[in-house]
């Protein structure tokens, strides 16, 4: 799946799949998305929106 194809199938652009994808974005990833857009990737994907937030709690 290209970023383009996940960017439309939760409602965002592409530029902010790039931006929430980006090194420099990635220590602040919990700051730049929303917990309703977490629990969305969560449902239609599989994951957990709390990993998803906030990353693996194991580390």
């Given at each position: 799946m290209?970023k383009?194809?996940f960017?439309?199938?939760i409602?965002?652009?592409?530029n902010?799949?790039c ?5 420099v974005s ?7 998305i ?5 629990k ?18 194991n580390?």
């Amino acid at each position: 799946m290209t970023k383009t194809e996940f960017a439309d199938s939760i409602g965002v652009t592409q530029n902010y799949i790039c931006i929430l994808t980006s090194e420099v974005s990635s220590a602040a990833r919990g700051s730049n998305i929303s917990p309703s857009l977490a629990k969305l990737i969560g449902l239609k994907y599989g994951y957990d929106p709390d990993w998803i937030l906030y990353g693996d709690k194991n580390e």
